[in-house]
T-cell receptor, first 112, second 114 residues
Framework: EDKVVQSPLSLVVHEGDTVTLNCSYE??????LLWYKQEKKAPTFLFML????IEKKSGRLSSILDKKELFSILNITATQTGDSAVYLCAVNRAEYGNKLVFGAGTILRVKS | NAGVTQTPKFQVLKTGQSMTLQCAQDMNHEYMSWYRQDPGMGLRLIHY???????DQGEVPNGYNVSRSTTEDFPLRLLSAAPSQTSVYFCASSYVASGSYEQYFGPGTRLTVT
């Protein structure tokens, strides 16, 4: 059975801190791993990772995939209160269609 | 370009009632899907479609029906609502073609079954 596990489940930090969110997976025929940010409404896309060791960056956010150890991390540097959200990790399998298997999410709260 | 739209935003049903959640996209995406989101459980796939006339079950299909008569629309029908179907429902769409798997989500429908 496909499994995506995120840790920690929740996290409280102060503005300016750096955080690392983890996502491990067990999925047959892995194709890609995606990160989404959800702020009380629809998830919004952050990154898609398909190759090991290649870091994706967008401003203060970055992510990397390790296909040998089956995990990904999402880093947020110099956190701001606007980073408070649920961060979702999802894995896509190499089959026709685009089904995603989601983890339970990490709730991040950034205090000012 | 509205992206993915869902109606209604909120709905309260009594046990046993039926209803249809609407989803539409204007991006000409082949792939559309329905998820439910419950506290502490992430998003779980209910049904999906890879094109007009083609649908299939996801992880939690029981109690739900779908159809896909056009590329744009993918309604989700609750046949006989139960309290266990209280949840937030998201519709999503994407291209199926290789190289592009980002799914775009609608704003969600919050459903309460009493």
């Amino acid at each position: 059975e496909d499994k995506v596990v995120q840790s920690p489940l929740s996290l409280v930090v102060h503005e300016g801190d750096t955080v690392t969110l983890n996502c491990s997976y067990e999925v047959t025929n892995f194709r890609s791993l995606l990160w989404y940010k959800q702020e009380k409404k629809a998830p919004t896309f952050l990154f898609m990772l398909t190759s090991s060791g290649i870091e994706k960056k967008s401003g203060r956010l970055s992510s990397i995939l390790d296909k040998k150890e089956l995990f990904s991390i999402l880093n947020i540097t110099a956190t701001q209160t606007g980073d408070s959200a649920v961060y979702l990790c999802a894995v896509n399998r190499a089959e026709y269609g685009n089904k995603l298997v989601f983890g339970a999410g990490t709730i991040l709260r950034v205090k000012s | 370009n509205a992206g993915v739209t869902q109606t209604p935003k909120f709905q309260v049903l009594k046990t046993g009632q039926s209803m249809t959640l609407q989803c539409a996209q204007d991006m000409n995406h082949e792939y559309m899907s329905w998820y439910r989101q419950d506290p502490g459980m992430g998003l779980r796939l209910i049904h999906y479609s890879v094109g007009a006339g083609i649908t299939d079950q996801g992880e939690v299909p029981n109690g739900y029906n779908v159809s896909r008569s056009t590329t744009e629309d993918f309604p989700l029908r609750l046949l006989s609502a139960a309290p266990s179907q209280t949840s937030v429902y998201f519709c999503a769409s994407s291209y199926v073609a290789s190289g592009s798997y980002e799914q775009y989500f609608g704003p969600g429908t919050r459903l309460t079954v009493t």
